[in-house]
């Protein structure tokens, strides 16, 4: 069986879980399922199909083991892995015809210099996921070129990490007024070509040189462009959807819907 779905990542505070309840929530011509990855997360405003903390959470890791909240964290998705058996079990319960959304932890570490992430997505391939990795840049990022970059960086690290089709996605981009502010961040070549330091002192010239070159680096790796998500504008969440959909061949090998051909019948 081919199942299809995102893999939902980004630091703390991106938006991702108001995504995937937005999704969950819309008409967007499936049947969405959500699996909430975090152990950590305190509020889920989603119907949950598979929640990590029915198999262990954050909270009585560090009270038993006297862990902070990173360590807590790593053992947690260590303890996962370890058990995937449930995981996979829970995995069996869902229709073929779902999409499926997983809702990460957002501390970077586990996608930067720790692999358990690669090896979760690996698990997922193998029984039969098509997915892609959505990993989601806050709007408040745009405010300093400097920051910006970082993000896109990071973004950069967990989809090399991941080995999946990788998405950039903008989010709370409902937060703008200025739409047109949107396309000096959303195309790194303009990004580059209207730097904040136009000055020709030294600094200016070496700054523009070094992001220069980062945005070179970004952008031989696949994120030239980045798309733009306004969960308030359903056209902005099927741009989104569409582009992702195309990577990972969602809808290609779906059966037709009888209740389709049944309602063309009658209108003949």
């Excluded at 992430?117 to 391939?125: A, C, D, E, F, S």
């Amino acid at each position: 069986m081919l199942y299809y779905g995102q893999l939902v990542i980004g630091p703390a505070g991106s938006g991702k879980t108001s995504y995937c309840n937005i999704l969950q929530e819309g008409t967007f011509k499936r049947n969405i399922q959500v699996v909430n990855l975090d152990p950590a997360a305190d509020y889920i405003p989603y119907k949950c199909a598979i929640d990590i903390r029915e198999l262990i959470c954050l909270n009585d890791v560090m009270e038993e083991l006297v862990l902070g909240p990173n360590g807590g964290l790593v053992y947690c998705m260590e303890y996962l892995l370890q058990n995937w058996d449930w995981m996979q079990e829970q995995l069996n319960n869902i229709a073929q015809d779902d999409y499926v959304l997983f809702d990460c932890p957002g501390q970077i570490e586990l996608y930067s210099h720790i692999d358990m992430m690669r090896k979760l997505t690996q698990l997922l391939v193998n029984s039969g996921f098509s997915i892609s990795s959505v990993y989601l840049v806050d709007i408040n990022f745009i405010e300093d070129d400097a920051k910006f970059l970082s993000g896109l960086l990071m973004a950069l690290s967990a989809s090399m990490t991941l080995e999946l089709p990788a998405f950039t996605v903008l989010s709370k981009c409902d937060l703008i007024s200025d739409k047109k502010k949107l396309k000096r961040y959303t195309k790194l070549h303009k990004f580059n070509q209207e730097s904040e330091y136009a000055n020709q002192d030294e600094f200016s010239k070496t700054y523009k040189s070094f992001t220069s070159g980062i945005s070179e680096l970004i952008t031989s790796f696949g994120i030239g462009r980045l798309l733009c998500l306004d969960i308030s504008d359903d056209e902005s969440i099927e741009n989104l959807l569409g582009e992702i959909d195309y990577a990972i061949q969602f809808g290609d090998n779906l059966e037709p819907d009888d209740k389709l051909y049944d309602q063309a019948e009658q209108q003949l």
